[in-house]
């Protein structure tokens, strides 16, 4: 009896595996500029939307903002600290405070704000998932703006916050940890700062970090609602959401640490 040799079927395989995927981000990028086309509709903040919209941001951000920026403070405090012992043994104390701003108000809490957003609301999405059923494209829209919509646009001002917040507080930390109480070292702290927050760099921040919120706020609840219905995701296992996600956040990272210093 002719065996059938596996190895014969993984071109097609790849293949259908590739415009498969493909799909999926091409429905994802639709969905997000259906979102965004929703979120620039002055109706979709009237009246009987906006306490929906302002119930999920309490729930999403100002619940958890006192206690992520004292854990972001102590985690900033320990890695100021050890970057600036650091540039002192060496004998690189006038760089200290420059790579501190550049790698930790810049890159590092962004990105760990993006994280815990996604980590939080890891849980809702997954139920969403587990419910999601078909339904017709009016129902769908009218489902969007008063259910998803609201918890899009939580997750982007949670991450935009704890990001801004998180980094105002850093700033303030970093300054205390070289100059102390001190009201001497201002002129130069600001003078460092201009110089590492030059134009060019705060609009990569900007621009870095609503990314990161646009991302966190979409692709969770598109790749939920691309399951199939009443399906949800594998025990043990990491959804499809996660890791595009995952791989969105690192694309965006890398290419604007490419922009930036390359």
């Given amino acids: 009896m002719a065996l059938t040799n596996p190895f014969h079927r993984w071109p097609g395989s790849l293949a259908q595996d590739s415009v498969r995927a493909l799909q999926r981000w091409w429905d994802i990028l639709h969905f997000a500029a259906l979102a965004l086309v929703l979120v620039l509709t002055p109706s979709t903040y009237a009246r009987a939307n906006r306490p929906l919209i302002a119930r999920q941001i309490y729930a999403s951000t100002w619940q958890v ?27 690189l104390s006038q760089y200290a405070l420059e790579m501190v701003v550049r790698v930790l108000v810049l890159e590092l809490i962004p990105l760990g704000a993006a994280l815990f957003v996604v980590l939080r609301s890891g849980a809702t999405w997954n139920a969403l998932q587990a419910a999601v059923q078909p339904m017709k494209p009016a129902l769908a829209l009218q489902k969007m703006r008063r259910e998803w919509l609201p918890r899009m646009l939580a997750s982007a001002f949670s991450v935009l916050l704890l990001a801004g917040v998180s980094g105002v507080v850093a700033l303030v930390l970093a300054y205390l940890t070289v100059y102390g109480f001190s009201p001497w070292g201002l002129p130069e702290y600001t003078r460092v700062v201009g110089r590492v927050f030059a134009p060019v760099v705060v609009l990569a921040f900007v621009l870095k970090t609503v990314l ?9 609840l598109a790749s939920a609602l691309q399951a199939e219905p009443g399906k949800g995701p594998q025990p043990g296992g990491v959804s499809q959401g996660t890791v595009r996600l995952f791989l969105v956040l690192v694309l965006i990272e890398a290419a604007s640490l490419t922009l930036k210093y390359i």
């Fill in 212 to 220: 990161f919120a646009v991302a966190v706020a979409v692709i969770p």
């Fill in 65 to 91: 903002l006192w206690w992520f920026t004292v854990l972001c403070s102590l985690l900033s405090l320990v890695l100021i600290r050890i970057v600036v012992v650091s540039a002192l043994s060496y004998g």
